[in-house]
């Protein structure tokens, strides 16, 4: 596809982007995201283990940010000060890396995002010269303020974090898209390929996703089946689909020439 | 004569958390890097809540009571 997607001004052939976590080691991690094709990969910032380190793989090595965009996140962060405080820390780390995702929990149990912190953190770090993806809820009204506010694309939920329970309110999602004039990502809850695909149809302009690659039975091959799913969702999208016709068929053969034909 | 060696020449340091004891007073921020087998790591240091660039980590000085947060990239969706 010669179409891109266009994030904070920078062009990516790859609509998929995709989660470094709960994978089994650093080889599978590296073998999935080749086969999922995505450029942009998301990654945590945690406290580095002191002491019992010397010699052990880090993630780096594996990814090389000369290869991969980095997308430092918030994960695990409840408030918008340790939101900021964690993306400071990522952009020292990365070399002065701007992109960043923006993600303010509400509830350890259901991962729900605190759309209140988020906004305060999406102010102050666009102040602050970040590009910021935001991790949000699939409210219609929230996710057009996180674009007032300046960020570089909004990310509705389709479900949960890691539910893999697939897309729960595709009309949401369809307001947020025809309202957005920056890039619409559906993040967390897409379970297979099918979901995917039905992200890309309504008009996503990509997908973000982690577990589902990561806790399918074969990875690798799964991460190969959500590429195809956001080439085909898109392409889709962009032919047009058919016109629904309600209780009324419509043959696709001649109904003239039957050999029934009196 | 009696010396007393108490605590005057250990700086005590809070790691991530934990809290560590170190021998030598104005050791720099490269000079713990070395100490804790980090040499080479790409991490981010903040002290006392302030992030330390790392083109300053050489000059960083340490003093008994500082608060560091060591961190680095970790794989996370």
Known sequence: ?262 | MLVFRCDQELMKISINGEVKQFDSRNMTISALVVTLNLTGKRLAIEKNGEIVPRSQFSEEKLQDGDKLEIVGAVGGG
């Open chain 1, 1 to 262: 596809m010669s179409e891109q997607l266009i994030i904070a001004g920078k062009p990516y052939h790859s609509r998929l982007l995709v989660g470094t976590g709960k994978y089994k080691d650093f080889t599978e991690t590296r073998a999935a995201i080749d086969a999922s094709g995505a450029q942009i990969v998301t990654v945590a910032i945690r406290r580095t283990n002191i002491g019992q380190t010397a010699g052990e793989p880090s993630l780096l090595e594996y990814l090389p940010p000369e290869k991969f965009t980095y997308l430092p996140n918030t994960a695990g962060c409840y408030s918008a000060d340790d939101a900021v405080r964690t993306l400071r820390l990522a952009r020292e780390l990365l070399d002065g890396h701007n992109l960043v995702k923006l993600e303010v929990l509400g509830d350890p149990k259901t991962l729900y995002p605190n759309v209140i912190e988020t906004i305060a953190a999406a102010k102050t770090l666009v102040k602050d010269g970040f590009d910021v993806m935001v991790y949000t809820s699939d409210d219609p009204i929230i996710a057009k303020q996180l674009e007032e506010i300046g960020c570089c694309a909004v990310m509705p939920l389709a479900s949960l974090i890691g539910s893999g329970m697939g897309i729960l309110n595709p009309w949401n999602l369809q307001i947020i898209i025809e309202n957005a004039k920056i890039p619409v990502l559906v993040d967390a809850g897409v379970g297979c390929a099918g979901d995917a695909a039905i992200a890309m149809e309504l008009g996503c302009d990509g997908v973000l996703m982690n577990t589902a690659i990561a806790a399918a039975r074969d990875p690798i091959m799964m991460a190969s089946a959500m590429k195809k799913a956001i080439e085909a969702g898109r392409e889709s999208f962009l032919a047009g689909r058919m016109p629904k016709k309600l209780y009324s068929a419509s043959p696709s053969s001649p109904t003239a020439g039957l050999i029934t034909t009196a």
